[in-house]
């Protein structure tokens, strides 16, 4: 390493794009949490509402492909939203695997949720600017970061 360990240090602080896109990450989905809250709701929560409206059976392993998420977080977010009642388990084949739908219930709160997603989705782009917005767009697709089917 040419670099003292103080100044690659201040490089780190100053330069990591993943630090970046954490810090990113979290202003934006407070946008939408924010606005999601009065209804009990975040917004990993309702991408799953949304992702088990689309699948109508949603596979977990599929499901957390699509959304880049870990299996032991969504098992968590599920337990929690069939809690709720928004998510009932659908028993299959195999014992192992545990699809779900979304329940009546779900779809009443997925709709109610529509207005305060458009109120985030309007803030988020408002403070990303059209720029951003396309950027974070051509980088999802660039990385080929599935769209829910």
């Known amino acids: ?17 993943a630090v970046k896109v954490r810090q990113l990450n979290r202003v934006i989905t407070n946008v939408y949490d924010d606005a999601l809250r009065p209804l009990g709701l975040k917004i990993s929560q309702l991408n799953v509402l949304v992702a088990a409206a689309k699948l109508g059976l949603a596979q977990p392993t599929r499901l957390c492909e699509i959304l880049q998420m870990d299996a032991s977080t969504l098992s968590r977010n599920v337990d929690r939203m069939r809690a709720k009642g928004w998510l009932e388990i659908v028993s299959g084949e195999d014992g192992r695997t545990q699809p779900f739908r979304l329940t009546p219930r779900g779809m009443r709160l997925l709709e109610k949720a529509i207005p305060a997603w458009e ?3 309007h803030r988020a782009a408002e403070l ?3 720029d951003g ?9 660039k990385l080929a970061v599935q769209a829910i089917p």
């Not at 390493?1 to 602080?13: E, F, G, R, T, V």
């Open 1 to 17: 390493m040419d670099q003292k360990p103080s100044q690659a240090i201040d490089a780190i602080a100053r330069n990591c794009i």
């Open 119 to 121: 109120r985030a989705q």
């Open 128 to 130: 990303l600017g059209p």
């Open 133 to 141: 917005v396309a950027a974070v767009t051509t980088t999802a697709r």
